[in-house]
């Protein structure tokens, strides 16, 4: 329903030249009053207007626009609902597809066993948080007290790191040059321990092709709750 105003309405008197008007007259004129009184009276100027039944309305609607058939309105589709990997296969492919709503089917979920789902790319050599000089002090000493003792219980990187190097001093003992045996007491701190692996790993490991540590997960560290784990020789 639209409302329509009244137009206002301005008598405009007529001068005639060489006459003076006194001011009483014209807004006598222009509001509708007596000339003579010459006072604003509200009823009069709403005589002088034209009466027109203006029912009070509560609310106003406009009218619903309707599209024509040359621009037709379309609703937005949500291309992108979700994005799960880092690998695109052909993601313009999906494009056109109207009922996609995700590029989940674009992209290979390449998981690692983190929360991210991406390649480890440049981490090749374990951190453990610290420099690399300090690191193969820390790797040597564990490799020591592991042949030393035959069961050491550390954290889960530190033996997941140093089982390889475990591994490769048996390696070294099993072959029994003389340069092997060099090389395995520039890394093994303790020379009795070398002496000790040349001349017992021949009966121990010789039908043992790699697989010469296990490691067994235990407990989490108390204080600051780190995964700890046994690296023992088998």
Known sequence: MSIVLPPFVFIRPKFTAGLSYPRSSSMAMACGCNAADARWSMASLRSALPSVSVTPATSVRFPAHKSSNLYPIRKPQLLEGSFTGLCPVNPLLSLGILNMKSFEHNFIIIDNGSRVFAMR????????????????????????????????KTTRARASAVRKYADKMITLAKDGSLHKRRQ????????QIVHALFAEVQDRYGDRNGGY??????????????????????
């Open 213 to 234: 540590t296990r490691i067994i997960r235990t407990l989490p560290r108390r204080g600051d709750n780190a995964p700890m784990a046994y690296i023992e020789l088998v």
């Open 121 to 152: 790319h440049g981490r090749k050599v374990p951190k453990l948080n610290r420099p690399p000089d300090q690191r193969r002090a820390l790797l040597r000493g564990l490799t020591t007290q592991l042949l030393k003792h035959g069961r050491i």
């Open 184 to 191: 395995a007491l520039g890394f093994i701190y303790e020379k």
